[in-house]
């Protein structure tokens, strides 16, 4: 897949139902951030986004996450296409939820989508995944609300578009010590990584 806004390619997996990018997102747009400030980063990890830069807050391409961020309660119209290339939008948790499915549930997903490199050890033991459905979660870490970079090798933190509430903002998160996938609310000034999905 191409995105015609800056002619990235990105490769994109069929997992069950879904057509899911198997990369994170890299465009770049106001209020997203490579990992430690560095470009280098940007190309192994794609960009962390706040939720408001995630949910295209300002209506740059579609109004269905206009107003949308920290501080603001929104009702977002979904499909939610925001930072996402046209004909791809930000996965709501109900989306996230159908992926774990399609992997074999929520209590081994996260051994099921994560790569099979670049994951911290635990306890003696890998942290890396099978990659087995080829969506290829990398250890990217994330940003904190201070601007602060942590996590890389431990976990993979993939926003969604369903508010927690004027605050936080649900996101997917893959870590290095356990096999499943979870849904958490999160400071909606995080910055974590975008997985596209398929209209």
Wanted: with cysteine.
């Amino acid at each position: 897949m191409t995105d015609s806004r800056d002619g990235q390619t990105y490769k994109t997996v069929t997992i069950g139902s879904q057509t899911w990018m198997a990369e994170n997102l890299n465009y770049e747009t106001s209020n997203s951030y490579c990992y430690n400030d560095s470009a280098s980063y940007c190309i192994k990890y794609g960009r962390f986004y706040t939720w408001a830069a995630a949910m295209d807050s300002v209506g740059t391409w579609s109004t269905n996450g206009k107003g949308c961020g920290y501080t603001k309660t929104c009702s977002p119209t979904y499909l939610v296409r925001g930072v996402c290339p046209e004909g791809w939008h930000l996965p709501d948790s109900t989306e996230w939820a159908t992926l774990f499915t399609a992997v074999g549930g929520q209590s081994t997903a996260g051994k099921m989508l994560k790569s099979t490199s670049g994951w911290n050890d635990y306890v003696g033991e890998s942290g890396n995944g099978t990659d087995a459905f080829a969506f290829s979660a990398l250890s990217a870490g994330g940003r904190n609300e201070g601007g602060g970079y942590n996590g890389e090798g431990n976990g993979a933190l993939f926003w969604s578009s369903a508010e927690g509430n004027s605050g936080s903002a649900y996101f997917m998160d893959l870590y290095f010590g356990h096999s499943y996938a979870s849904l958490y609310s999160g400071d909606k000034d995080y910055g974590f990584s975008v997985r596209c999905l398929k209209d």
